[in-house]
């Protein structure tokens, strides 16, 4: 089969399909659309935003990260529209294309488009999902501080297109199939939230009943800021289930920077703040020594003799903690909400006697230990349903899987 797309080797990342097909640029079955309804207009429309669950309605008065002053530079977007977020490609952890089903308005960051007459948009939806779950977009950034990729970009990558028929059958198979693994992660998801309101009730009753005083954090922890030279150190991984722990032992796959140098070094005992994810409790006093992405924030205790790690690990669990990050976090939309050093260091938190501290860690980790061994359970699920809904994904567009 050939391996060429005008003229040029075609990008080992695309898995041509072993069934009838044409392999043309983008641009040449998609057009950029870009409506801004204005001042007059804007306000009869309702608000929309891209998110990992797809383009979903969002309150105009939504509180969580900044707002715009007003919609007037919003874009319009009708139900069947493609919506893209291809900025700052090297935060792995957002969404980047949807599928609108709604007429509303998009932030102007995105890129919208509309398929002509020989794509279905739910094939092309299924298409770029491929890409985006195989982190090919992260790897196209144009260069430059936010890593993006533009319509120009993105209109020149290789658009694999089978016949209407075909498109039908990729989409009703794909349809069928993932609705049932979307309801059993479904199911997984709201006993892991069960699990961690158990975990995070147990931490706030013991935290409530201790003789505490506020001590602001910076009295508490000193921001350390050390790379990795070599990048050959394990790899750690940051979770509001589990906490930090070794990437490896992890059952994800993830898309990961060729080279690791210039990494955070991590000690044992220091915290580690996933500063993109702290308001979802993405943290946690590690056990291990290692590296973690540059983007998260590294703290060690200003005295070992004064604090124990293992209450801090769990009183940053509790919701009160939770919500005061997440209203002191700082981001245009909720999925790249930051929480910063000099933020982080200038909170409060409750500071019992170095004796209560550990009295109540490790009451803590006796009353919680079936919960969090549950936790690991449902996890696990939770990934292997997560890598065969996108393996059956890419089966079907690369017709490895007949349907």
Same mark, same amino acid.
């Given at each position: 089969?050939?391996?060429?797309?005008?003229?040029? $080797?075609l990008? =080992?990342?695309?898995?041509?399909?072993?069934?009838?097909?044409?392999?043309?640029?983008?641009?040449y079955?998609?057009?950029?659309?870009?409506?801004v309804?204005?001042?007059?207009?804007?306000e009869?429309y309702q608000?929309?935003?891209?998110?990992? @669950?797809g383009?979903l309605?969002?309150?105009?008065?939504?509180?969580d990260? +900044?707002q715009?002053e007003?919609?007037?530079g919003y874009? +319009?977007?009708?139900?069947?529209?493609l919506?893209?977020?291809?900025?700052d490609?090297?935060n792995?952890s957002t969404?980047?294309?949807?599928?609108?089903?709604?007429?509303?308005?998009v932030?102007?960051? #995105?890129i919208?488009?509309t398929? =002509?007459?020989?794509?279905?948009?739910? #094939?092309?939806?299924?298409?770029f999902m491929d890409? #985006?779950?195989?982190?090919?977009? @992260? @790897?196209?950034?144009?260069?430059?501080?936010r890593?993006?990729?533009?319509?120009?970009?993105?209109?020149q990558l290789p658009?694999?297109l089978?016949?209407?028929?075909?498109?039908? $059958?990729?989409?009703?198979f794909?349809d069928a199939e +993932?609705e049932?693994?979307?309801?059993?992660?479904?199911?997984?998801?709201r +006993?892991?939230?069960?699990l961690?309101e158990r975990?995070?009730?147990?931490?706030?009753?013991?935290?409530?009943?201790?003789?505490?005083?506020?001590?602001r954090?910076?009295?508490?922890?000193r $921001?350390?800021?050390?790379?990795?030279?070599?990048?050959?150190?394990e790899l750690l991984?940051?979770?509001h289930?589990?906490g930090?722990?070794?990437?490896?032992?992890k @059952?994800v796959?993830?898309?990961?920077?060729?080279?690791?140098?210039g990494?955070?070094?991590?000690?044992?005992?220091?915290?580690?703040?996933?500063?993109m994810w702290a308001?979802?409790?993405a943290?946690?006093?590690?056990d291990?020594e290692g590296i973690?992405?540059?983007?998260y924030?590294i703290?060690e205790?200003?005295?070992?003799?004064?604090f124990?790690?293992e209450y801090f690990?769990?009183?940053?669990?509790t =919701?009160? #903690?939770i919500?005061?990050?997440k209203a002191?976090?700082?981001?245009?939309?909720?999925?790249r909400?930051?929480?910063?050093?000099?933020?982080f260091?200038?909170?409060?938190?409750?500071v019992?006697s170095?004796?209560?501290?550990?009295q109540?860690?490790?009451?803590y980790?006796?009353?919680?230990?079936?919960?969090?061994?549950?936790?690991?359970?449902?996890?696990?699920l939770?990934?292997?349903?997560?890598?065969?809904?996108?393996?059956?994904i890419?089966?079907?567009?690369?017709?490895?899987?007949e349907?």
């Amino acid at each position: 089969m050939s391996r060429q797309f005008r003229g040029e $080797h075609l990008p =080992d990342w695309v898995l041509e399909p072993n069934y009838e097909h044409e392999i043309i640029p983008v641009g040449y079955v998609f057009q950029k659309s870009k409506v801004v309804p204005g001042p007059s207009e804007s306000e009869q429309y309702q608000r929309l935003s891209l998110t990992m @669950n797809g383009v979903l309605p969002r309150s105009r008065e939504a509180t969580d990260g +900044l707002q715009p002053e007003n919609f007037d530079g919003y874009q +319009l977007i009708k139900p069947g529209q493609l919506i893209f977020k291809l900025i700052d490609l090297q935060n792995v952890s957002t969404s980047r294309v949807g599928l609108s089903e709604d007429l509303g308005l998009v932030s102007p960051a #995105y890129i919208a488009l509309t398929a =002509d007459r020989r794509v279905l948009p739910k #094939y092309a939806y299924w298409y770029f999902m491929d890409l #985006y779950n195989r982190r090919i977009f @992260n @790897n196209l950034s144009e260069g430059g501080v936010r890593a993006n990729l533009s319509w120009e970009g993105l209109r020149q990558l290789p658009f694999i297109l089978p016949s209407i028929e075909r498109q039908r $059958h990729i989409v009703e198979f794909l349809d069928a199939e +993932l609705e049932q693994i979307d309801a059993l992660t479904a199911e997984q998801e709201r +006993l892991v939230s069960l699990l961690i309101e158990r975990r995070a009730a147990v931490a706030e009753e013991l935290v409530s009943r201790a003789d505490s005083k506020e001590v602001r954090n910076r009295g508490i922890f000193r $921001h350390v800021d050390r790379k990795s030279k070599t990048g050959e150190e394990e790899l750690l991984s940051v979770s509001h289930i589990t906490g930090v722990t070794p990437r490896s032992e992890k @059952n994800v796959t993830m898309f990961e920077a060729e080279s690791k140098i210039g990494y955070n070094l991590v000690e044992p005992g220091e915290l580690v703040i996933n500063t993109m994810w702290a308001w979802m409790g993405a943290l946690g006093v590690s056990d291990f020594e290692g590296i973690v992405s540059p983007s998260y924030d590294i703290y060690e205790f200003i005295d070992r003799g004064e604090f124990c790690p293992e209450y801090f690990d769990m009183l940053y669990r509790t =919701d009160r #903690y939770i919500g005061l990050m997440k209203a002191h976090s700082r981001g245009i939309w909720e999925s790249r909400l930051r929480l910063y050093p000099d933020v982080f260091l200038s909170l409060t938190s409750p500071v019992p006697s170095l004796k209560a501290q550990q009295q109540i860690a490790h009451e803590y980790r006796v009353k919680c230990a079936e919960t969090d061994e549950l936790l690991l359970k449902v996890q696990s699920l939770t990934s292997l349903l997560e890598e065969r809904k996108q393996a059956l994904i890419t089966a079907a567009v690369t017709g490895e899987l007949e349907v």
